[in-house]
């Protein structure tokens, strides 16, 4: 059993490099695509992510805010599934948190680009696997 599950997760979620997150389109299906980590997070309720506003992902979270993430420990063979919503923040506060230097890159008009905008995911569920066991905790 987790003792600690927000100290234990995210431990774990620190050191991936890479996130999995799962979007819904319109016929129903889960869509999965790998992230950079989040830019922040606030314990393991609150995750923020950078990506492109003409993504087919902020499409699909726009009509559907239900989300999932995934962070793997492949070394151990270890993982947690997140369950939630996501809010597409396009303000300017919301974008200046987490943009960093070198974000030109990906938005070459800088923080104000209107092709960048803030993935931001509230958790309320999640499943922790670990040593050939999983359990499921609610995120209050």
């Known amino acids: 059993m987790l003792r600690n599950p927000e100290q234990t997760i995210g431990n774990l979620i620190d050191k991936q490099s890479v996130a999995y997150i799962s979007s819904v389109d319109e016929e129903?299906?889960?869509?999965?695509?790998?992230m950079l980590s989040p830019r922040l997070r606030e314990g393991i309720k609150v995750f923020y992510f950078t990506t492109n506003t003409?993504?087919?992902?902020?499409n699909q979270f726009r009509n559907n805010p239900k989300a999932c993430l995934y962070f793997c420990d492949k070394r151990f063979f270890r993982g947690v599934m997140l369950k939630g919503t996501v809010e597409v923040l396009e303000d300017s506060a919301s974008k200046e948190l987490?943009?960093?230097e070198g974000d030109t890159q990906y938005y070459s008009k800088g923080v104000t680009d209107p092709d960048y905008c803030v993935l931001r995911v509230t958790v309320t569920s999640g499943r922790y696997y670990s040593n050939y066991s999983s359990q499921t905790f609610e995120i209050e």
């Open 98 to 100: 987490i943009w960093r």
């Open 54 to 58: 003409s993504s087919m992902r902020v």
């Open 28 to 34: 129903g299906f889960p869509n999965t695509k790998a």
